[in-house]
Every structure is written in C-alpha cells, then in structure tokens.
C-alpha cells in the first residue's frame, strides 16, 4: 500500500513508448486509495489505432525526495473500423533482370494505418533481414494497383533473389514473394538509316528509321552533310540534330530547308546509351525546281498591223512529270490604256470579255508549244487599237492541289500606230568606260544579247534621255555640258522589252555585278536631262534604301505582342514608334530624312525589348586555293563580339562559313550573308577586284619606262598576282609586259619599252589581275623625247597630283614646280589651257597637270589618243576639257570646275584632261 495517496494516471501512445510515463499523452488521473476498480472516462479521439493504452501508479515521497512508478500491462488500440484489412505485400513484376533500376509491387492494408516499403536482395534460399542489403525504402499506401518502386542502377545481381517487406504503423510488418533475379540479356546494337528515297537540294526534311535496345529511353541524333568520302565529325557540317525516344525511332524527321547541297553527301550519326552508330551515306541530287513560271514580251511595243506577236514563256520541266495533270495556256488579250496592269490583275479583267479582247492563244492540250520564244497569231478578226495595251495571261496547273490552277500575268505593253518607230535597246553607261573593270564586265554580257552599249560623256549631260536612248523626235542639244560631272557609276536601260530587261538583270546577278544607280526609260523621264536623272536616281536609292529597312523592321517589330511585352518598361515608346513608322510608311513620298528618324525611334525601344543588339563587324572572305585550281572561300565576321553564334547563307545557296571549290570565274559571282542569333540585322561581302593600279613613265629618245607600285592584300581584295602594262601607238597595241606580282613584296615593278621612235606619242594602259578579276585601266601618254631629253609622267587615283620637272646636266639647266616664266595651269571638268612652245605636247589626264618642259610630253588617262608632234595637237575627253599653255610668268594652279589656264613658255603644250583622275609630269631637260 505504498502508492496510497498517490495518482493513478492512464496514458496512451505508441508501443515503443510503453513504460514512459512522461513521453506519453494522458487520458486521465484519480488519487489512489487503495486496492480496487477505478473508471476513466476518455476523449475517443486521444485514442489510435495501432497505440497502446497503459496505467501506472505514481507517488512523490517528500521525507526521501523520490519519486515511484509501477507500470501495468498495456492494451493495444484496435481500430473498432469495418475497412480493416490484412497486410500484404506482392512484387508483380513477371520478370526481374539485373539490368532492372525499378519494379512494381502491391501493397494492401488498413487504410487508416500508414506503411513504408523496403526492398532486399540476399543469397541463398532464406531470407534474413539482418544479412540482406536494403536497396529501397519508402512509404507507400495501401492499393489494389501496382506501384512503381525505382532504386536506380547496379543494384541487381543475377542469381540472387528480390524480397519486399512491409512494415506498418500498428508495428506489425508482412514479407513479399521472393523473386529470382535473372541475369541481364544482351541488349539490341543501335542502327540508324537514312529512309527517304531521294534526297535533293530543295528538300525540307529528311527521313529517317532507328532501332536500339527497349531498355534505352531515347538516342540523340546529328545530321552531318560534308563533302569526300568519309565523314570527319570534328570538321564536317551539322545540318540537324536533335533526340527521339523508343517509341517513335521507326520514323524520324529531319528539318533542313535551305540546308541541303547538290553534290554533297549526308549522313545520320546517333548515339544510344554511351553507343554511336552511323547511317547510309546519301547524296544530295539537284532539286526539282518549279521555279517562277514567267511570260513577257519579246518587244517594247506592238503596232497595230501586227499579224503576230512575239513572247517569251518559261516554266520548271517539273511541270512534265505532272503527266496528264500537265497543261498550259498562254493568252494575249487587249485593255484600254485607262487601266493599270495592277487593275487588270485586281479585277481580273480576262473574265471580263466586254471589256477585253483575246488577241492570241497558245494551248498545250491543242498541240501547241508553250515553253521558249513563241510567236503566237493575232486572231482572225481582231483589230489592234494604238492607244490600248496589251497582256499575257499564262495558266498552269497547281503543283500542289489537285484540280487548282495558277495565272501569272506579264506587264504589259502599248499598241502604236502602224508608222510609228519601234527603237532598238540599248544600254547607256556613265564612267563605265572600257578602262574600267565593272564596264568590260557589263559589255560582256551586253555582247552576248546583242544589246548596244553606249558610253555617256561628261560633255553629254545636258542631253535628253531621249535623244541618247536614240528615240525619235529628240535632237542633240547645241551647247557642250559645263557642269562638273559626277563620280557616280550610272546605267540606263532604254528601250527594252520586259523580256530583255529580265535576261539582262539576271545575267548581271548571276555574274555578281551590282550597279546601285540606275534607271529604265519611262514616259515620264525621256525629256529629263541626263545630269537631272542621275541626281535624282541617287537621291531616290538612299531613299528607297532607308524605305525598305524601315519597313523590315516594322515587320519584325509586328511581331511582339503585349501579352508577351505589355509591362515591360519602353512598350508604351515602342508602340508610339511603330505607329508613327506605319503612317509614314503609308504616305506618299516619305524623305529620307523622315525614314531615318522613323528608324531610329523604332529600333531603340524594339531592341531593348527583345533583348537583341546590333550585329556588328566586317564580313571579311579569304582565298584558299586548292590543288585541283579551285578556290575555298572562308568568311569570318571581323569585329564580332566573343562567342558569338553567327549564321551564313552564300548567294548560291551554300550556308555555312565556308564555300568549296569555287572556280576562279565564280569568285566574284559569290555573296556572303551573315546573321547572327539574337542579333538584329545582316552583313554583307563580296570580293573586289584590284584598285586601278599606281603607275608612272620616264621617257626616254626612244625608251619608255613604266613603274607601277604593287598593291598589297586588302580585306575582301586579294592582292594582285600580275600587272599587265600594254603599249599603244595611234590606237594599235604595239607591245606589252605582263609583271609578275608577288616579285617583289610591297615594292615597284617595272617595264621597259625601247627601240622606239623619238618625238612621238605613245599610250600606256595598266592593268592588275588577282584571282578575282581584272582591275580598272590607268591610261598615261607619253611623248618620247630628242636626245639627251627625259620625261616622267605618274598616275594618281585620287583627286589631285602635282607634276615637277628637273633638267639633266646635258643642258646645263634645271627646271622645277615654279620657273623664271609664270606658268598658270587649270584642270578640271571644261579646263582650256592653251600653250605656246616650240613643239607640240600633248597632256590628256583625268586629274589636275602642272608640267614645265622644253621637250614634248603626253599624258592621257581613261582612253587612247593620237598625237602630232609637228603641230600642235587638239583632241576632246568625255568631259570635252581643252587645255592651252603658255609660260613666262609664274606658276599658279586652279582646280575648280570651268577654270581656265594660260602658260606662255618655248614648248606649247596642249592639255586633255577628264574628270576624276590625276596626273603628274615630270620634265627633265
């Protein structure tokens, strides 16, 4: 009775906890007064099933300062619930290979209990939870359905076994079926082939089929095309790349538009689980081109007592394979003049019979030809109106949609009347004379459309476009041009067909000509004068220029919508931009000065919102040449930020960095494109040819020796290789050097002309060749001199030279800039020099000419003269310049337009010059 007048306390908590009073939660506390039957009443919800409820006796004795406990049996707490359940556990996984990281097993208990999954895998035929290794543990709810429990690779060994043991909240536990783990089996070796029949260049996507073992998840994938005949992965190109799980390795597609070469070859490399495996190597064949079908007429206009008509019709011989599909009409019909060909196309006025006439007609299904030159019969009945125009209608079926049709219209021409003229084409060219190398290139391919090319002098300006496109009506102004002319490169294309024009503009894209400034002749522009449409032409390329990259950028700046950009910072400034740049877009004749500012108020905000920057730096080509004599061409943006991801699209198609074996006629055809991601804009390139070279000639009584300085390597213009310095008398070319240009490093080469005539004129023309082309021509004359006489006579491309003379001892005299005798020289666009002296010299240069000499000298740059040495000599530029000399008085020099110079000396020297060239004349006595 040693705990009477003590406590008597129940609690409840779990198993474990049995025999701790303090760690367990009270259900309740009544003094003890002895032996007996004492009654609790208890919350329910203090009590859970799978815990324990136990009393004790608890009494605190103050005399000893102890404190006793005596503990009875505790009773486990059922769960009093009709959901029960027996405990099972069950691995259901069929089969269990050591290559396994997961199964599947079902667990099944009392819901309201909790219970937590082990896995062990042992040896031998029992299980001992002591000696097996635990792989897994985790908790798990009770389910009918199977459960996935992943314990990850290299945990299985064949031969041993895989047990599942379930423990639970109530501390009672339950063992799985033991499984037997089977060893791995050899698994599947990874294939990959390239499935598409036939791969061309046109192509968007390549197919492709795969196969690896089931346990691998997915395989990554490259698409690499390259050139020879092995694949080098560390060099070659990847065109695609990218992952395919297990279930979709029978069919992969590859996206590569505009990525594919003719000639090149492809090949598919994945790798499956640490494995590479290569494709079938397949090689790229020309794409089916469908093209742009396309019809114009073969001439400028028609008159109205034309029996037939000629045209032009070209469409893809992809068209053929259509097989009865194929079929194509070409039809000529008759509209009022009233009517633009955009409101013919607009309204499609061929449906409209009342107000249009069927001229002629071209039917593949009737037996006709409708592909080439034709000429196609004007109908039987039809009369041919001047003042109404005409238009070719060309049909086709759609490649794409069965039983669908595709019109293409050509612009039209007019109807004259039966006496009017039709004026042959021709193409009129300013400072692209046959001394420069973009004219020979252009000549080349006027030659072969036998085209006329006619070359517009400085003197020439204030002539109408009609009357040098040769149109009648228009006659030759009386009056010489005294304006001062223009460096500007200039080209008109008068009278042609829209067939002419079309063969002409692709013939010079397909050689890589660009001329920046040109013009076609229209109703509108014949009674301008030449000079007029050159400035306007110049000004409306800017303009056009600033137009078309403000409306790309308008384009692209569509394309951010505000769900994606409506609270960031400048969406509101960029809104506004974009606003204003449409309406500037949509008004008639926006300045350029207004396209610029539009510009830059739409790009600031645009490119802080994408997060993009400018692309910066110099697109630069270097030359590789290869052993079989073609060339690689490598581009590389100079000036780029590090790191950045840069992507290249030649004029041909190629992408990439780098063009293989280009012949040496291509190089200059080839233009390379550069952008980069997240970058905003483009970079161009293009190779030139060399500048026009800097040369100089010393004459002698009967030598020539002519210096050119070499050009060293510039970006985007390979140096030189050879000089060609080529010797003319009255126009005949009577002898030539051809310098090696890689002699002498950064040094003069020079040519010695000898056995010549004394006191007669000759003409140098020098040339540079590199492996891209030909250079433009320095022109130098020259006037060989009496005995013991010398003359020098340099070249300059820039804007000014001086010309200085010194006197050999023979003469026992010396001249320089500034003589006894005043000497006033002017050279620019309409200079007049006139000079006394006691033999003729003959100065014809293209910049500014200061000579003092007692000996007859000639200098002619950008053409060919013929000169007298008995008299004096006159012959005219293209800026018409007539120069005069006199000398005994000093020497002063004047380099404005119109100027005029007089030099009264012994020698009277007649002076040619033409705009844009310098000449310098050395005169030793």
């Known amino acids: 009775m040693q705990y009477k007048g003590g406590l008597l306390i129940l609690s409840t908590g779990t198993a474990a906890s049995d025999g701790d009073g303090d760690g367990r939660t ?36 103050g005399d000893s300062d102890r404190t006793y406990y005596k503990y009875s049996d505790s009773v486990l707490i059922q769960s009093g619930r009709s959901d029960e359940r027996e405990a099972k556990a069950e691995i259901v996984t069929d089969t269990i290979r050591a290559d396994r990281t997961d199964v599947w097993v079902r667990a099944d208990f009392t819901p309201s209990l909790t219970g937590t999954l082990k896995l062990y895998t042992y040896a031998g035929e029992t299980f001992d939870e002591r000696q097996a290794t635990e792989i897994y543990s985790g908790a798990i709810t009770p389910s009918e359905n199977s459960q996935r429990a992943t314990f990850g690779s290299g945990k299985l060994k064949a031969g041993e076994y895989l047990i599942a043991v379930l423990t639970l909240s109530d501390g009672t536990s339950v063992v799985s079926n033991a499984k037997v783990i089977d060893p791995e089996p050899e698994k599947v070796k990874p294939t990959v082939t390239i499935t598409s029949t036939k791969v061309t260049a046109g192509m968007t996507r390549v197919q492709a089929a795969a196969d690896f073992d089931f346990s691998i998840s997915q395989a990554s994938f490259k698409l690499y095309q390259f050139r020879g005949d092995e694949l080098d992965v560390d060099t070659d190109q990847v065109i695609s790349s990218g992952s395919v799980y297990y279930s979709g390795r029978k069919s992969i597609g590859f996206y590569c538009k505009g990525k594919l070469t003719a000639g090149a070859k492809l090949q598919l490399v994945m790798t499956a689980d640490g494995q590479e495996a290569r494709s079938n190597i397949v090689e790229v064949q020309p794409s ?25 019709v070209d469409y893809s011989d992809e068209y053929l394979s259509l097989g009865d599909e194929f079929y194509c009409d070409v039809t000529i019909y008759e509209f009022s003049g009233n009517y633009t060909d955009q409101e013919f196309e607009d309204n499609e006025m061929w449906e409209q019979t009342t107000r249009v006439t069927r001229v002629g007609q071209a039917n593949s299904r009737s037996g006709d030809t409708t592909k080439g030159t034709l000429t196609i019969p004007v109908k039987d009945g039809v009369t041919l109106n001047p003042g109404d125009r005409l238009i070719i209608k060309l049909r086709l079926p759609h490649v794409e949609w069965e039983g669908e049709e595709v019109d293409y219209l050509s612009a039209s021409v007019p109807i004259i009347g039966e006496n009017e003229t039709i004026t042959a084409p ?14 020979v290139r252009l000549r080349e391919i006027l030659s072969e459309l036998g085209i006329e090319a006619v070359d517009v002098a400085n003197s020439q300006l204030n002539e109408t476009l009609g009357y040098l496109a040769g149109m009648d009506g228009y006659t030759a102004n009386p009056e ?38 040109k013009a076609v002749t229209t109703a509108y522009n014949v009674d301008y004068e030449f000079h007029r449409l050159i400035d306007d032409i110049k000004e409306e390329h800017e303009t056009f220029q600033a137009l078309i990259n403000l409306n790309q950028l308008v384009k692209d700046a569509e394309k951010l919508t505000g769900e994606q950009y409506g609270q960031a910072e400048r969406w509101e400034e960029f809104k506004k931009a974009l606003e204003e740049a449409k309406a500037l877009l949509s008004s008639e004749e926006p300045s350029l000065e207004d396209l610029v500012s539009a510009d830059q108020k739409l790009r600031a905000p645009y490119l802080a919102l994408t997060g993009m920057t400018e692309l910066t730096g110099e697109v630069v080509i270097r030359l590789t040449q290869q052993a079989d004599g073609t060339w690689n061409m490598e581009a590389s943006l100079e000036g780029a930020p590090e790191g950045a991801l840069l992507n290249w699209k030649w004029s041909s198609g190629e992408t990439g960095a780098v063009l293989e074996h280009v012949s040496a006629a291509d190089l200059i055809t080839k233009t390379v494109t550069v952008t980069g991601e997240n970058r905003y804009g483009s970079k161009k390139a293009q190779l030139r ?69 004394s006191e007669t004129a000759y003409t140098i023309k020098v040339y540079a060749e590199s492996p891209v082309g030909r250079s433009d021509t320095a022109v130098l004359t020259a006037t060989t001199l009496e005995e013991e006489t010398e003359t020098e006579t340099e070249t300059d491309t820039e804007t000014e030279t001086e010309t200085e003379s010194e006197s050999e001892p023979a ?56 000169s007298e040495t008995a008299d004096p000599v006159e012959t005219e530029t293209e800026s018409e310049q007539e120069s005069e000399n006199e000398t005994v008085a000093p020497v002063e020099t004047e380099t404005e337009s119109e100027q ?21 004349a050395l005169v030793e006595t």
């Not at 081109?289 to 206009?301: I, K, L, M, N």
């Not at 010489?480 to 894209?509: C, H, I, K, P």
Request: glycine share 6%; aromatic share 6%; hydrophobic share 30%.
């Open 480 to 517: 010489a041009y005294t304006g001062s002319g223009s460096d500007t490169e200039f080209m008109v294309m008068a009278n042609f067909s829209e067939a002419q024009l079309d063969r002409f503009l692709a013939a010079m894209s397909s050689k890589g000509i660009r001329i920046d400034h």
């Open 426 to 439: 021709r193409v009129l060219l300013y400072n692209l004379s046959t001394d420069t190398s973009m004219g």
């Open 900 to 920: 005029q110079t007089e030099t009264e000396t012994a020698v009277p020297i007649e002076t040619e010059t033409e705009s844009e060239q310098e000449t310098t």
């Open 26 to 61: 009270r259900l309740g506390t009544k003094s003890f007064a002895g032996a007996g039957t004492y009654t609790f009443s208890v919350d329910a919800k203090n009590l859970k099933a799978g815990n324990t409820v136990q009393a004790y006796l608890y009494k605190y004795d």
């Open 689 to 757: 040819v060399p500048a026009k070279p800097d040369a100089a000639v010393k004459a002698g009584s009967d030598t020539l020796e002519v210096t050119v300085a070499q050009q060293a390597e510039q970006n985007n213009c390979p140096a030189p290789t050879s000089y060609t310095v080529a010797l003319y008398q009255n126009g005949t070319q009577i002898a030539s050097w051809t310098l090696d240009g890689t002699a002498v490093n950064g040094g003069a080469l020079q040519a010695v002309f000898d056995g010549l005539d």
């Open 811 to 866: 003469t026992e005299t010396e001249t320089e800039s500034e003589t006894a005798a005043p000497v006033e020289t002017e050279t620019d666009s309409e200079q007049e020099t006139e000079t006394e002296t006691a033999a003729p010299v003959e100065t014809e240069t293209d910049q500014e000419t200061e000579s003092e000499t007692t000996a007859p000298i000639e200098t002619e740059t950008d053409q060919e003269t013929e």
């Open 288 to 312: 089916p081109d469908w093209g742009t079908p396309y019809a114009a007429f073969e001439v400028s206009a028609v008159k109205s007592d034309a029996a037939s008509i000629d045209v032009t």
